[in-house]
């Protein structure tokens, strides 16, 4: 690999401006399901790839005018052009698959055509009879959820973190992003990821959309169907010898429906005093507890129970605004827009936010509060010109992505954002 610039990581809040992203486009492996795989590939219904292609176009459009953007697939092609970095990759997913009989098979693969196995999926052969009475079509499965590259992995301040993924269909995805930061030589640091050595490491799972930085020394982690609270416990034992996060407020999120699998699908924030939020889970109403942690000295100092989330963050001296997911009207539109990642927004600055168009009521509450509708072909087309406006949502149409579980925030892996 020819010598590059490295990129120096650094997330310290969830709102300063971008300078460098991580995306995947999503392709071939999103259709590479059917209605009867969609419940074991995390769907609950199957995409319109050249749909949901337009869509997220958009979002990368956007982000392209802010931002350093990496593809996926760009840096998973440098990795596997050295034959070290290829062999140590494959190793690990064929071992952790319980696949090591294709790994011969694999490294004799072309790079440019490995990399679409490794995503898209390896075809199962049938050359024998287990094979042959195996009703899978894959012997590495498609990752169709890659597209949400915020989850495999995640930065805090200058360190990496590789998830540690509830859903076993998604154990590759951590292992491709692990690769990239420990190999790639943009980045070439070493990531942190829960291994056999660590104490209940079982039951820890740890997932990027439940993991926000709220500033340097604060984060505000979800727990529930992807996140446990040994993975909450985890990252903490990694960070108290840094002494660098004093506070760590941890929601409890619900296990049904599906739209509640991440923190970030409840709460997401817009500026410096400025968020949105699902409101029977953020305040509590549906009876899921508020943890304040301090730690001091490379301790754990005290822990308990707070009334929620935003008064959490005013003890801390953060008075953030709260704006309703759907507006404040009824209870039926906020259920409709939360699912459809109606709280899932992605900050590019301060006051300067990615959503999804069809999201109107959530649209027309934060409208209210000072922020510009603006639709991203507007904006990709110039029509519209971004300086011109102090705080804005870019919509992207979204129709097709927001039923992949996900929107915005979920779609991306910030890297590095100014102080």
Same mark, same amino acid.
């Given at each position: 690999m020819s010598e590059v610039e490295k990129i120096k990581v650094g997330i310290n809040s969830e709102i300063g401006e971008i300078e460098a992203v991580i995306i995947h486009s999503p392709g071939p492996e999103v259709e590479n399901m059917t209605p009867s795989t969609a419940e074991r590939a995390l769907y609950s219904d199957i995409l319109n790839l050249s749909v949901a292609s337009k869509e997220f176009s958009q979002l990368k459009g956007i982000l392209k005018n802010y931002a350093k953007v990496f593809e996926v697939k760009d840096l998973l092609y440098d990795i596997l052009k050295n034959e070290q970095s290829k062999k140590d990759l494959l190793k690990k997913i064929t071992n952790t698959c319980g696949l090591t009989d294709i790994y011969h098979k694999l490294t004799e693969i072309p790079e440019r055509i490995l990399i679409n196995q490794l995503i898209e999926g390896v075809l199962l052969e049938k050359i024998n009879l287990t094979n042959y009475l195996n009703k899978g079509n894959y012997s590495l499965e498609p990752l169709h959820n890659f597209f949400f590259t915020r989850d495999p992995s995640f930065v805090i301040n200058s360190n990496v973190f590789i998830a540690k993924m509830a859903k076993n269909v998604r154990i590759r995805e951590a292992l491709i992003m692990e690769a990239i930061f420990n190999y790639h030589p943009q980045f070439q640091i070493k990531a942190y990821c829960p291994d056999s050595k660590n104490i209940n490491e079982k039951a820890i799972t740890i997932e990027g959309g439940d993991i926000m930085v709220v500033n340097n020394n604060t984060l505000l982690i979800g727990i529930g169907p992807r996140t446990t609270s040994q993975g909450v416990d985890y990252i903490i034992n990694q960070l108290l010898e840094k002494e660098e996060i004093k506070y760590i407020i941890v929601q409890e999120l619900p296990y049904?429906?599906?739209?509640?699998?991440?923190?970030?699908?409840?709460?997401?924030?817009?500026?410096?005093?400025t968020c949105i939020i699902y409101e029977p889970v953020i305040y509590n109403r549906l009876n899921f507890q508020t943890v304040l942690i301090k730690l001091d000295k490379g301790k754990i100092k005290n822990i308990e129970t707070v009334d929620d989330v935003i008064i959490s963050l005013k003890k801390l001296g953060l008075d953030i605004r709260p704006v309703p997911c759907g507006g404040s009207k009824e209870i039926l539109i906020q259920e409709r827009e939360q699912w459809?990642?109606? !709280?899932?927004?992605?900050?590019?600055?301060?006051?300067?936010?990615?959503? $999804?168009?069809?999201? &109107?009521? %959530?649209? @027309?509450?934060?409208?209210?509060?000072?922020?510009?509708?603006?639709? !991203?072909?507007?904006?990709?087309?110039?029509?519209?010109?971004?300086?011109? $406006?102090?705080?804005? &949502?870019? %919509?992207? @149409?979204?129709?097709?992505?927001?039923?992949?579980?996900?929107?915005?925030?979920?779609m991306t892996l910030p890297i590095k954002r100014k102080n």
């Open positions: 049904s429906p599906e739209s509640f699998i991440h923190l970030d699908m409840v709460l997401t924030f817009l500026d410096k005093n459809h990642s109606g !709280a899932n927004f992605f900050a590019l600055a301060p006051g300067k936010i990615i959503g $999804y168009e069809r999201n &109107v009521h %959530t649209n @027309e509450a934060l409208n209210k509060h000072g922020y510009e509708i603006i639709k !991203a072909t507007d904006v990709l087309n110039g029509i519209k010109d971004l300086n011109n $406006y102090k705080k804005f &949502v870019i %919509t992207i @149409e979204g129709g097709e992505l927001a039923r992949g579980g996900g929107g915005p925030r979920c």
